[in-house]
């Protein structure tokens, strides 16, 4: 760093990696840019090591071709010996030394943040001076503009909403193709006989980031090949993934949106027809309109190739369902974070930490995560998120475990994509219905329960699975919950037509498995 004069401190946070901010459109000789490795980041929660690699990198990629464009940058390593761990303290220390310098930051994601720096700024008596991240297609408050009370916050009317604001595949005010929504075409098990490309991987040798780790004792989880990093680090490579996503797998998108990867393909095929992208969305690298622009047009091009329904479904992943998480995240924040409506209690089962379990696809979908700091979304709802709900975990745990597990997790998408859809700790503010399923859901869209060593057709006895009977307890135990919701009476009807003798076996099974789940 100079020894220049600096009016103006900009911060940029490891999250916000966007240089098509309107920041870096033009030079200005006064601005100092500042990012910074902390400690605070790396210690929050216990974070996959391909994650803590993969944002720092990032990040001093970032800052380098900044430098090169002739910003001036100032880059605290997590090593730096002025770097105080915390971010508001090294702002301090900057702002200590450039007393006559304006602090301007960009509207952090997370509430975390958001409330440290603001809190901060308050006792100091520092004025900062707040911009857009200029990344999202809607602002924090969207939902207040969209629906009048909390009642009915459905997602496919945010989405319409989204897609006529933004005319994305639309013809006039209709939808293309006369549907707004093309699932019945969608979510089809994975065919033997379909072959699937194999995911994009780089080689970024991040050594250097990992032997600091080591040395600055940062605890992290899962596994990590340092020298061979496969997620994107750089603009250039985020665009190579997107653009590998619509040549290869955009096809087949939709048709296998929901379905697992056959065992023979754990090896080579782990993230199926999933773009891979919401590292390179989430660190900002990629703007969301950018790739749904880019999406739409390889279907313009290749109209023979690729249906309507493989570019929907992607579409609504991203107008829809991001947008719409991050306004339920601001909505609701910060009493969504403590939301237990379920009362569940038990602790995590070991076997999230290591995959240490019979259950074939919890061990295949923790194996995956903590190798590729990676599970595709019905992996994390249905298989280990279906299984912490029917167990009644604790929604804090299973938001930590999701929080650092996996290589896109902020907690603004993590969040209510956790406590919400997928533990229904938020009592439906988010899902209509919990999102629980017997081993008769995993049969029908995988192929796991054919190599288990549990029975997937088996309520009861020693190789019964254990998603059977948990299911049937997680209906039994929730009736004053769930008996009036429309949508789950099908299976209050089943449950009250066994004999009160077959309901006591199933319940004594679950209780067993519940008695001794770390060993399941
Ligand atoms: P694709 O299947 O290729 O989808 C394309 C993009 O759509 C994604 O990159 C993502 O940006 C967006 N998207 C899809 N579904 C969602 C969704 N439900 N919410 C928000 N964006 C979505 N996503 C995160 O980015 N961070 C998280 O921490 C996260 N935690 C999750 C926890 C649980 C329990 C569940 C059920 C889902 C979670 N998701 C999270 C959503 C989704 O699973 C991931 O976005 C997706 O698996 C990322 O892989 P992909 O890029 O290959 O996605
Ligand atoms: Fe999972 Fe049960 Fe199927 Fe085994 S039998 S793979 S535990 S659903």
Known sequence: MTNKRYQTLRLILGDQLNASHSWFQHQQKDVLYVMMEVAQETNYVRHHRQKVLAFFAAMRNFAKALTSKGFDVHYLRLDDEQNTGSITDNLAALLARYPDAQLQCQLPDEYRLDHQLRSWAGAENITIEWFDSEHFLTQRNCLDKIFKSDDSLLMETFY?????????????????????????????????????????????????????LSNCGIATLGNAQPQRLL?????????????????????????????????????????????????????????????????????????????????????????????????????????????????????LPGFYWDADTHMNCVRQAVQQSLDYAYAHHIQRLMITGN?????????????????????????????????????????????????????????????????????????????????????????????????????????????????????????????RYLDNMNTL
């Open 387 to 511: 299984f912490a709900l029917l167990a009644g975990v604790n929604p804090d745990h299973v938001d930590a475990w999701y929080l650092g597990i996996y290589i896109d997790a902020i907690e603004w998408v993590e969040l209510p994509n956790t406590r919400g859809m997928s533990q229904y700790a938020d009592g439906g503010i988010l899902a209509t219905k919990p999102y629980v399923a017997s081993a008769n859901y995993v049969h029908k869209m995988s192929h796991y329960c054919s190599d288990c060593y549990y029975q997937h057709n088996q309520k009861t006895g020693d190789k019964a699975c254990p998603f059977n009977s948990l299911y049937w307890h997680f209906i039994d135990r929730h009736q004053q919950a769930f008996a009036q919701n429309q949508r789950m009476s099908m299976m209050y009807s089943v449950w009250h037509k066994k004999t009160p003798s077959e309901r006591e076996q199933i319940l004594q099974q679950a209780q």
């Open 160 to 212: 319409r909403h989204m897609r006529r604001r933004l005319g994305i595949l639309m013809d006039g005010d209709k939808p293309l193709g006369g549907k707004w929504n093309f699932d019945a075409d969608n979510r089809k098990k994975l065919p033997k006989n379909v072959t699937v490309p194999e995911p994009l991987c780089f080689a970024n040798d991040v050594s250097d980031i990992d032997t600091m």
């Open 231 to 347: 997620w994107p680090t750089s603009r250039a490579q985020a665009r190579q993934l997107l653009s590998y996503f619509c040549q290869h797998l955009l096809p087949y998108f939709g048709t296998y949106q929901d379905a697992m990867a056959l065992p023979e393909q754990h090896q080579h095929a782990w993230s199926l027809f999933h773009s891979r992208l919401s590292f390179a969305l989430n660190s900002k690298m990629l703007s969301p309109l950018e790739v749904v622009t880019n999406v739409v047009e390889h279907w313009q091009q290749r109209p023979d190739e690729i249906e309507l329904n493989q570019v929907e479904g992607f579409v609504r992943q991203i107008i829809g369902w991001r947008e719409y998480v991050r306004g339920i995240y601001w909505r609701f924040m910060p009493n969504y974070k403590n939301q237990n409506q379920l009362q569940h209690q038990r602790d």
